[in-house]
C-alpha cells in the first residue's frame, strides 16, 4: 500500500491486488460496504494519519475508489469539517424543508465542485450532499425560489435535476451522507 497527500483535505491510496486479496476485498464489495471493506478503508486511514499526518477525528471523509480487481485499486479520500452549529442548522433545514425541495444528480464529485465555483455565493439556502448507487445527488432547500431560479440553469451544465424518478426519502434511507448541512458553501470552501 502506497499513500500520498495530494492536498490538506485529500489523500490517495494505492492498493495492490495482492493486498486486496489478502483483505478478502473486491472493487464490486469495497462498493457494497462489507465489512471486510470496512476494515481495510479504516485501515487505510489509520495508515494515513501515521504516515502523511492526515487526521480524520471531527471530519466527514469522502471516499471514491477506482480500479480493478486485476491490477487494484487507487482510493481518494477527502475531509470534509462538519459544520459548526448543527442543530440550529437542522431546524432551519426542517423548516425549509416543507416549502421547496430540490434533488440533482452529479455523476462524480468533480462536477458538483465545478458547480460551486461557478455559483459561489449566489446560492442562499441550505444543502447536502449524498452518494447513492455511485451517484452524488445534492438536495437543495433554497431560501427563496425566485431568485434560486436565476442559477438552476448553472445547475444543469454539470447535473441532472431529479424530478420524480428518485425521491429525497430514498436518498436519505439508502445513500450515504456526505454532507448534512451546508453543503454548497463547504464545497466552495474546501474542493473549488
Known sequence: ????????????????????????????????????????????????????????????????????????????ISRLPIPKKTVEKKTKTEDIHKTEVFVYQFVDFENICMFASKVGQRYKGQSSLYKYDNKYFLILYPENCNIFDGIEHIILEYGKKCVNDISVELIKERGIQLISNDAVDIILRHFK
Not at 464489495?29 to 476494515?39: G, L, R, S, V, Y
Open 1 to 76: 500500500m502506497r499513500i500520498e497527500r495530494i492536498s490538506d483535505n485529500k489523500i490517495k491510496a494505492y492498493i495492490s491486488q495482492e493486498e486486496l486479496k489478502s483483505w478478502n476485498v473486491s472493487i464490486k464489495n469495497f462498493a457494497e460496504k462489507t465489512p471486510e471493506a470496512q476494515k481495510l478503508f479504516w485501515h487505510v486511514v489509520r495508515e494515513a494519519q501515521r504516515c502523511v499526518d492526515f487526521p480524520a477525528d471531527h471530519s466527514q471523509l469522502l471516499v471514491e475508489a477506482t480500479g480493478s480487481d486485476n491490477t487494484g485499486f487507487e482510493m481518494t
